[in-house]
């Protein structure tokens, strides 16, 4: 079988031997390189399966790179996942809002490192997999049917607004990943509902409230956004 390609962007020596040792023990084959412009062209060669990029880095930084890779048709389709410092919120809330799939704070362990990997890749083939917009989602105790419109928590109907319901279809239509408030306007809009920012967080309140118990598998992820609680 063939390995799964990863291209780490990464200018700082000590995090490319500790993202290339990690990979690679995990049997991913891998390719480093430390500048923006080199990942952009890379990228077109080695098409990787991800991209780990650093957003710090000299030249064209993270979110250039991001920018650059999702306007070009050749490589729109590859996950990213940003290393950041956990300082830079604004800077991660850009990256995902120009198509980045994920982020990952400095410092991290291989385990989060891995997680987030995995995650990410699932996502791609789940969303291959099945990219209708009326598929069923089944997912821990609730089940979303868009055809007709109905929510289910362990079997008991919950009524939703045409809002909340498009929010939690997009949020559990990929449970792990963040979505920013702007991704979740841009998302639900489509009707004549003037959805701002802030009522996307009124909307979670009250979707939260509805779902019960289960309103615990959204998450809130401060200074960045939404997303809803992966599966274990
Ligand atoms: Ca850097």
Do not use: W
Not at 16 to 31: D, I, M, T
């Amino acid at each position: 079988m063939e390995k799964i390609k990863i291209m780490v962007v990464e200018d700082e020596a000590p995090i490319q031997e500790l993202l290339q040792f990690n990979l690679e023990r995990n049997k991913y084959r891998v390719k480093v390189v430390d500048s923006g412009e080199e990942a952009i062209s890379e990228a077109v060669q080695f098409l990787p399966d991800l991209i780990l990029l650093d957003i710090m880095l000299p030249g064209a930084d993270g979110l250039e790179v991001c920018k650059q890779l999702k306007a070009n048709p050749k490589t729109e389709r590859i996950p990213i996942i940003m290393l950041t410092a956990l300082c830079e919120e604004a800077d991660i809330v850009t990256g995902l809002e120009l198509g980045a799939d994920d982020y990952i704070t400095k410092p991290f362990s291989p385990r989060v490192l891995l997680a987030r990997v995995k995650a990410a890749l699932r996502r791609i083939s789940a969303s291959k997999r099945a990219s209708a917009a009326d598929e069923i989602v089944r997912i821990r105790d609730i089940v979303i049917d868009p055809s007709r419109h109905k929510v289910e928590v362990t079997g008991e109907d919950v009524v939703l607004t045409f809002t909340e319901f498009r929010v939690l279809q997009l949020l559990a239509g990929q449970p792990g990943r963040v979505f920013t408030r702007y991704q979740i306007v841009d998302a639900v809009h489509g009707d004549d509902y003037p959805v701002t920012d802030r009522s996307v967080d009124v909307q979670i309140v009250g979707l939260r409230k509805k779902l019960g118990e289960a309103g615990q598998y959204i998450e809130t992820v401060r200074g960045i956004g939404y997303r809803f609680k992966e599966d274990e």
